[in-house]
Nanobody
Framework: QVHLVESGGGLVQPGGSLRLSCALS????????IGWFRQAPGREREGVSC????????YYQDSVKGRFTISRDNAGNMVYLQMDSLKPDDTAIYYC???????????????????WGQGTQVSVSS
């Protein structure tokens, strides 16, 4: 079983930045693709960005390309989402998830995950 804990959410003004962190624990983490997802009120959960350490592949949703950057530490125990140039439309609960042996596209587009964190609120407002 993989356990995920998100942190780093908060309130920020449009154009500002936040860095989300996802702490991972459990066996065989190197085989898991890790993704960030978000869900705004009244909307379905959507994949934001996913990363697979085994081949270095990365996926970004079109709306965040050039603004968000996903990264994973060498030990594989932490995954980050650097969010710059934030917009009000980025307001949502952000979740971290792990999916066993999935491609980044498969995980982020579906979206799908085998294990999920509890979520962290990101609010972008002036």
């Amino acid at each position: 079983q993989v356990h995920l804990v998100e942190s780093g959410g908060g309130l920020v003004q449009p154009g500002g930045s936040l860095r989300l962190s996802c702490a991972l624990s459990g066996p065989s983490l190197q085989y898991y693709t890790i993704g960030w997802f978000r869900q705004a009120p009244g909307r379905e959960r959507e994949g934001v960005s996913c990363v697979r350490s085994r081949d270095g592949s990365v996926y970004y949703q079109d709306s965040v390309k050039g603004r968000f950057t996903i990264s994973r530490d060498n030990a594989g125990n932490m995954v980050y989402l650097q969010m710059d140039s934030l917009k009000p439309d980025d307001t949502a609960i952000y979740y971290c998830a792990a999916a066993f042996m999935r491609t980044v596209e498969d995980m982020c587009v579906e979206p799908r995950g085998d294990y999920w964190g509890q979520g962290t609120q990101v609010s972008v407002s002036s």
